[in-house]
T-cell receptor
Framework: AQTVTQSQPEMSVQEAETVTLSCTYD???????LFWYKQPPSRQMILVIRQEAYKQQNATENRFSVNFQKAAKSFSLKISDSQLGDTAMYFC??????????FGAGTRLTVKP | DTGVSQDPRHKITKRGQNVTFRCDPISEHNRLYWYRQTLGQGPEFLTYFQNEAQLEKSRLLSDRFSAERPKGSFSTLEIQRTEQGDSAMYLC??????????????FGPGTRLTVT
């Protein structure tokens, strides 16, 4: 079974500081994709960053980067220079067959001024 | 392109009534997905289409649920004889199958269903 676990229901960070959100997953697949999605309050889900499992290099998108540890099945998201607009639910997601996507339960991040 | 759109954004219905939601994907996307999201949880996969063919259905999709994508463009999700447990946000997403980025799904704003 493919599962995604986010062990931090809520986190907070001061504006301009760095925060890391954790995600682990379980799969027997070798080729798959991992994602972090952001869902701001009352707004739609948007893709933050994507990582292909066959790539060893960690993905980065401006202030967002991941630490992908394939052997440990870990996929954490680091947000640098946190901004008030980063306040949102963050979902880790896993897709292995391009058919469906499995999501974690989410981490509610609050950026404090 | 304006992205994935869903209609209505909110629906309140009485238990036992039927409801239908619509999703318009990004125009060039051939795959369309439906998810259900309950409060405090991540989205759960319900079903997906490639063009007009419904290729997979989750066991979460009971026989009261039916989805269609008749012309491979927009899709509808119907829930018959609604129950209070059906109250949730119903999310639609679309993607372009094949090639780099094909695993990337773009989500709509969702339809929030409340069954009273």
């Amino acid at each position: 079974a493919q599962t995604v676990t986010q062990s931090q229901p809520e986190m907070s960070v001061q504006e301009a500081e760095t925060v890391t959100l954790s995600c682990t997953y379980d799969t027997s697949e070798n080729n798959y994709y991992l994602f972090w999605y952001k869902q701001p309050p009352s707004r739609q889900m948007i893709l933050v960053i994507r990582q292909e499992a066959y790539k060893q290099q960690n993905a980065t998108e401006n202030r967002f980067s991941v630490n992908f540890q394939k052997a440990a099945k870990s996929f954490s998201l680091k947000i640098s220079d946190s901004q008030l607009g980063d306040t949102a639910m963050y979902f880790c997601a896993f897709s292995w067959n391009n058919n469906d996507m499995r999501f974690g339960a989410g981490t509610r991040l609050t950026v404090k001024p | 392109d304006t992205g994935v759109s869903q209609d209505p954004r909110h629906k309140i219905t009485k238990r036992g009534q039927n409801v239908t939601f619509r999703c318009d994907p990004i125009s060039e996307h051939n795959r369309l997905y439906w998810y259900r999201q309950t409060l405090g949880q991540g989205p759960e996969f319900l079903t997906y289409f490639q063009n007009e063919a419904q290729l997979e259905k989750s066991r979460l999709l009971s026989d009261r649920f039916s989805a269609e994508r008749p012309k491979g463009s927009f899709s509808t999700l119907e829930i018959q004889r609604t129950e209070q447990g059906d109250s949730a946000m119903y999310l639609c997403a679309s993607s372009l199958a094949g090639g780099l980025g094909s695993y990337e799904q773009y989500f709509g704003p969702g339809t929030r269903l409340t069954v009273t």
